[in-house]
């Protein structure tokens, strides 16, 4: 994932917007041939662009929602569908412009760099520190880990998740390798 980002960067930097042609039809406005994504490139990486977030009639919003809505869903990491899914589903309409935007950010990081921050295997970095949906979710997956995992299997920072039983257990009913 980390080289797709690279290649939509550098692609991003040839076809910035001064560089863009147009087609002009006779009958109607110049049309670009190319219309920026405003989910292209995280905030955390080396080019940054403004959201449009338009709360301004129902139907713009009910849109923003039901986007924003699949995206913490439809990530393609259980864990973090269930986790971000559930918690975009329960404040997202009490959101304003800037938790939304907050909320972008958050779902525009990398899933296996975010799933070690939420957990605490690894300290997150300051410009995700100090993101409030971050922030949020952050809170709610500690306290659901404090709550519900004993601590014999919770990861030490910087320390993968333990399996919660022995693999190398030799013996005849044993499992050979793995978790069989």
């Known amino acids: 994932m980390a080289s797709l980002r690279r290649a939509l960067i550098s692609a991003h930097r040839v076809l910035k917007p001064s560089r863009i042609h147009t087609l002009s039809s006779p009958s109607s406005q110049p049309q670009t041939l190319f219309r920026p994504q405003h989910f292209w490139v995280s905030r955390f990486s080396t080019t940054t662009q403004s959201i449009d977030v338009d709360l301004s009639s129902e139907e713009s919003k009910r849109r923003l929602f039901n986007r924003l809505l699949y ?86 920072a910087g320390q993968p998740w333990v399996r919660g039983w022995d693999d190398f257990k030799k013996g005849r009913d044993s499992p050979i390798t793995g978790n069989q």
């Open 71 to 156: 995206r913490s869903k439809q990530r393609g990491f259980l864990e973090l569908d269930l986790v971000l899914g559930k918690w975009v589903e329960e404040h997202i309409h009490s959101m304003d412009e800037n938790g939304i935007k907050a909320l972008v950010h958050v779902l525009d990081l990398e899933n296996p760099d975010l799933w070690k921050w939420l957990t605490g295997q690894e300290p997150a970095p300051e410009p995700v520190n100090g993101n409030p949906v971050f922030i949020a979710v952050h809170k709610k997956v500690m306290s659901n880990l404090d709550n519900h995992a004993s601590p014999e299997t919770r990861a030490v």
